[in-house]
């Protein structure tokens, strides 16, 4: 059973907007250090956007200003609005969610991985 269900993926224009969410189970969206994680085509795995049980948050020089989380707590979700959207935004987004701290998720340290979902951005 997916312990990380992943939504809000889809098409759009550059310098358009899209919002991922993210569905955890309480005890590990009260817990974990969560975010997303991108893979391009040809490219490898890149960490995104992290956020702890404390709110702090951390970006990926590339999406800095652009990516800015959201939380919805009566419901376990996560959320990440993305705007000004790029052509080389274009990846599949995975939910990630780590029990340590988020510095060691940055390095891959993961425990649970969504399904992904896509995002492409194009004209």
């Known amino acids: 059973q997916a312990q990380l269900v992943e939504s809000g993926g889809g098409s759009v224009q550059p310098g358009g907007s899209l919002t991922l969410s993210c569905a955890a189970p309480?005890?590990?969206?009260?817990?974990?250090?969560m975010g997303w994680y991108r893979q391009a085509p040809g490219k490898e795995r890149e960490g995104v956007a992290l956020i702890d049980n404390e709110d702090n948050k951390s970006y990926a020089q590339s999406v800095k200003g652009r990516f800015t989380f959201s939380r919805d707590n009566a419901n376990n979700l996560l959320f990440l609005q993305m705007s000004r959207l790029k052509p080389e935004d274009t990846a599949t987004y995975y939910c990630?969610?780590?029990?340590?701290?988020?510095?060691?998720?940055?390095?891959?340290?993961?425990?649970?991985w969504g399904q992904g979902t896509e995002v492409t951005v194009s004209s």
């Open positions: 990630v969610a780590g029990s340590g701290d988020c510095k060691n998720v940055w390095f891959g340290y993961v425990d649970y």
């Open positions: 309480e005890n590990i969206y009260r817990t974990s250090c």
